[in-house]
């Protein structure tokens, strides 16, 4: 099971780290997508890291706010956020592609096999 913590309350220009942790099985052959979800809206990817973290794709709205790491060793990804923004309101998931790769069609949710529930970030401006 894949569990996303960290979201929470903040102003516009603030800065939340989510974490995506794994029970029962290790991240360390996964890639790992980064998606969220807004009210009324589709489930869009945010981000993408390969399994050894050397390849991250992000999301252009997101690209020179967001980070993506991970820590094999803790079987936790990180999901680092800054300058916030009202459109950032959604509710993060994390999910698990056994390929271990990040493709040009990363974002696509059905290549991920193992999904998170979602923690929620609310951005107020």
């Known amino acids: 099971q894949l569990q996303a913590s960290g979201g929470g309350l903040v102003q516009a220009g603030e800065s939340l780290t989510l974490s995506c942790a794994a029970s029962?099985?290790?991240?360390?052959?996964?890639?790992i997508g980064w998606f969220r979800q807004a009210p009324g809206q589709e489930r869009e990817g945010v981000s993408c890291?390969?399994?050894?973290?050397?390849?991250?794709i992000y999301e252009d709205s997101v690209k020179g706010r967001f980070t993506v790491s991970r820590d094999n060793a803790k079987n936790t990804v990180y999901l680092q956020m800054n300058s916030l923004k009202s459109e950032d309101t959604a509710i993060y998931y994390c999910?698990?592609?056994?390929?271990?790769?990040?493709?040009?069609?990363?974002?696509?949710?059905?290549?991920?096999?193992?999904w998170g529930q979602g923690t929620q970030v609310t951005v107020s401006s």
């Open positions: 999910a698990a592609d056994l390929r271990g790769r990040c493709v040009s069609h990363w974002y696509l949710r059905s290549r991920y096999e193992n």
């Open positions: 029962r099985f290790t991240l360390e052959h996964y890639a």
């Open positions: 890291v390969s399994f050894s973290g050397d390849r991250t």
